[in-house]
């Protein structure tokens, strides 16, 4: 083994003090306010600012994830020219996956809000849970509703699925 002298022990504890440094940055940047939990970077949103706060990541890098859009998985980033070193630090920072359309509508029920199944849009249907965009369409081809158990004529609401939705829906 090596004798470590002073100026390697010196470079060597500059290194780790920038290393922490960097990494106390990065925390900072990313940490929710007070709540300290790591708020991670979506990889087929984030401009090329955000792509550059990840470890590692240089404006070239940043460019070269963009133009390599979209990612189902973290780990597609080799596509872009990552190592997977690189992906591994990236990982815990960084996030993937599904890619929103932009022109879609959501619809977000408001705390005790009930959704009245004869005057729904296919977008307020689909912010019930198990109904998609078939079973909103579906609803809406039943209509009128006299009860609101006449839901269950539905094909693919059952019991299970009306018990979910019974306190979510009016007519």
């Known amino acids: 083994m090596r004798k470590r002298t002073r100026s ?9 003090i920038a290393c922490l440094a960097a990494a106390a940055a990065l925390a900072s940047v990313l940490t929710m306010a007070g709540q300290g939990r790591v708020r991670k970077i979506h990889l087929n949103f984030a401009p090329a600012t955000e792509l550059q706060k990840l470890p590692g990541v240089t404006p070239p890098k940043a460019d070269q994830i963009i133009a390599a859009r979209p990612y189902r998985t973290v780990d ?42 004869n005057r729904a849009t296919p977008e307020m249907l689909e912010a019930l849970p198990g109904i998609g965009k078939a079973r909103a369409l579906a609803i809406i081809e039943n209509r009128p509703y006299a009860r609101i158990e006449d839901i269950m004529k539905v094909k693919g609401i059952k019991a299970k699925t009306f018990q979910r939705l019974r306190a979510l829906i009016k007519v």
């Open 8 to 16: 390697t022990a010196r470079a060597v504890g500059l290194a780790g």
């Open 76 to 117: 597609e980033l080799a596509r872009a020219g990552l190592t997977t070193v690189e992906i591994d630090a990236l990982r815990p920072f960084a996030m993937a996956g599904w890619t929103p359309n932009p022109n879609r509508k959501f619809y977000r029920l408001a705390p005790g809000e009930r959704i009245d199944l």
